[in-house]
């Protein structure tokens, strides 16, 4: 099954390499990324280029102009470039580990979304990671972490489970199954029928409401918590706005009480304002969803 991985970026060039250093050493190969890209300037496009000829990993890059945070509508734009059935939703700062994809294939199932989590770097680590470190997976490592600067603590389960208990941790946690969009997975098929993602809504809690469209849409989620391992470089977060996490909640709660599913203001709204996508593959299983929709 061919994968596409789909996650954001905005003028963050180092962080960038880091994490396609990463999916470059992946054990499932099957897969193309579309980096999402909300307005970077064209040292962004440079590494893009620079890493699809040096890997050879089939890359793809979606951009929009600068209009502020945008988040919502450059990742519906990379999912209406989608060409394959099944998306993994990342963050453009978070390195995935060598068999982040397999455990993403494995799972995948129809009718249920999987979501995992990441582990959080402070800024010393996030910049010490070095190439040689994401090949050889030393930066996964507890000890190699705590050696370069990561504070002890008893909370490393997330990333030293091996894949034999972290199916056992992935049952048994009490952690609410959210969607996380630094990892996740589904179906495109299932995006399209709630029309992505909501772009009245910037950051804080976008995934989540995302998330919540899909459980009314009939979708299960699944944990993927303890398998399914990135680590997360750190970054400040200049665009954070106390009144739209707030707005945002409040649109993901009242979402959740009335089983809401559909949003009037995300991926048909694209298609209604005229943009074309370089592929016609989300399109054709859009119009093979609409053929197929009850009538209500």
Known sequence: ???????????????????????????????????????????????????RESTGMSIRHIWHEDNGFQKCRILNKALLNASCDYVVLTDGD?????????????????G?????????????????????DVKSGRCFDVKWLQENGLPKSRKTLKINTSRKWAKLFNRLTPTKCNLKGSNASVWLDDVLAINGFDERMQWGGLD????????????????????????????????????????????RLDNAKYGVKWTDYGIQQLLDEGYQPETNYALQRLEQIKTNRPTE
């Open 1 to 51: 099954m061919k994968l596409n991985v789909v996650f954001t970026t905005y003028n963050s060039t180092e962080w960038l390499k880091k994490v396609l250093w990463g999916f470059n050493f992946q054990t499932y190969q099957d897969f193309e990324i579309i980096v999402a890209d909300d307005g970077s300037t064209d040292e962004t496009k440079q590494l893009i280029d620079e890493m």
């Open 94 to 110: 978070c390195i995935p580990r060598k068999d982040f994809l397999e455990v993403h294939a494995e799972y995948a199932a129809r």
């Open 112 to 132: 249920r979304y999987l979501s995992g989590s990441y582990y959080k770097l402070p800024m010393s680590t996030s910049e010490t990671i070095d190439f040689d």
């Open 208 to 251: 989540r409401e995302f998330g919540v469209r899909l459980i009314n849409h009939g979708i299960k989620p699944t944990h993927v918590r303890y398998d399914a391992v990135c680590v997360h470089l750190d970054h400040a977060r200049g665009y954070k706005d106390p009144e739209m996490v707030k707005r945002n909640k409040q649109l």
